[in-house]
């Protein structure tokens, strides 16, 4: 949009040629987002605590019914308008994937707004009912894939990839839209998962952005893409004004959300981040390698889906409480001590799938 209201204003050939470098766009639209975040986070917390308390779940840690009493929800509308305000600002708004992305955010954003402000309005900690939230999380996800696929070149049209191969893809039209449906939605919900302490999900996210953000440019620069055999996939490369703008919506919302939390980002941020970070790794067909720069939201979800599989199964219980973070807060460790530990855990995964670019 800058480089656009500049080419009308008749500016100066080296201010345009300075806004055409993505690199530079990609900067711009991480400190607009953070800025925004710092102005906008004091007065709606101030405006919240008196009408969004989150209403703290009975069934988990019985020491959040004191810690966590009173925090104010939906932080994540902050993040997500930060992130979504900075890139029309710099971000190129005729690339489609751009426009494609935007939408996704925006829609599971509002549907996680509406699972907030049901919590809220009804002081009850489910919200929207699971099979509904599920549901319209498909359905999204699933005209996301479809339209990202209609826009593919033929050489990448309909053909899923594999991380540590040279040429190997599969083809499979169909069975594509359903398999990156799956990616979206299941990002979504483990990113969800995972936030359940003062600032878990934040920092990893951030780190799974940066991850994708480079691989976006890499995989929209067809000197990089050859270099490393993987798709070459045109206007991809756009994708970095929005992963730094969400880099730095992050950022400013982690600043408030740092132990003890002063906001809650809720399902208004959680699913849009989730669903934003799926929807970029099928634009760049890089889902597989997703699932190792997420790798700790993968391990949180699973902990969850061993546990419900375990019990059915005999009665008991392998872990004290899931998601696995709550286990270890049941084990006597502090909260600051598994955050940042966890946020250990999802550095050496984000260098590990950041690796899988370079073996072939």
């Given amino acids: 949009m800058i480089y656009k209201l500049l080419l009308l204003c008749g500016c100066a050939p080296s201010a345009l040629n300075l806004v055409r470098y993505i690199t530079f766009r990609t900067m711009c639209a991480l400190i607009t987002s953070l800025i925004l975040g710092f102005l906008l986070y004091p007065v709606f917390i101030k405006l919240s605590r008196k009408f969004s308390p989150q209403p703290i779940r009975t069934d988990g840690p019985e020491s959040h019914l004191i810690t966590k009493q009173g925090t104010p929800t939906m932080g994540g509308a902050i993040i997500i308008a930060s992130a979504v305000i900075a890139t029309i600002i710099w971000g190129d708004?005729?690339?489609n994937y751009t426009i494609a992305i935007l939408c996704l955010t925006t829609c599971y954003s509002l549907l996680g707004f509406v699972d907030d402000f049901l919590k809220v309005k009804f002081h009850d900690p489910?919200?929207?009912?699971?099979?509904?939230k599920l549901l319209l999380q498909i359905m999204i996800a699933v005209v996301?894939?479809?339209y990202v696929e209609s826009m593919r070149t033929p050489d990448v049209m309909g053909r899923l990839t594999f991380p540590f191969f040279k040429n190997f893809t599969f083809y499979c039209p169909y069975l594509l839209i359903i398999f990156t449906t799956f990616v979206i939605v299941g990002t979504s919900n483990a990113v969800n998962l995972t936030d359940g302490l003062d600032g878990l999900a934040t920092f990893p996210a951030m780190l799974a952005t940066l991850c994708l953000g480079i691989i976006s440019y890499i995989v929209g620069h067809i000197v990089f893409a050859n270099y490393l055999q993987i798709f070459y996939i045109p206007s991809a490369g756009e994708l970095c004004v929005f992963c730094g703008a969400l880099i730095g919506a992050c950022l400013g919302f982690l600043w408030y959300n740092a132990p003890p939390?002063?906001?809650f980002m809720g399902d208004t941020g959680s699913l849009a981040i989730g669903g934003a970070l799926g929807g970029i790794s099928v634009i760049i067909k890089h889902e597989f390698v997703l699932a190792i720069i997420c790798g700790l939201?993968?391990?949180e979800t699973c902990s969850v889906m061993i546990q419900v599989f375990y019990f059915?199964?005999?009665?008991?219980?392998?872990f004290l409480m899931t998601p696995i973070h709550h286990h270890f807060e049941k084990r006597g460790w502090s909260e600051a001590t598994i955050v940042i530990r966890f946020w250990i855990i999802s550095f050496i995964f984000a260098l590990a799938g950041l690796a899988t670019l370079k073996i072939r």
């Fill in 93 to 95: 708004l005729s690339n």
């Fill in 144 to 146: 996301f894939a479809y």
């Fill in 297 to 299: 939201f993968v391990l």
């Fill in 261 to 263: 939390a002063q906001i």
């Fill in 312 to 318: 059915r199964l005999t009665g008991k219980r392998i």
């Fill in 126 to 132: 489910r919200g929207v009912r699971g099979r509904v």
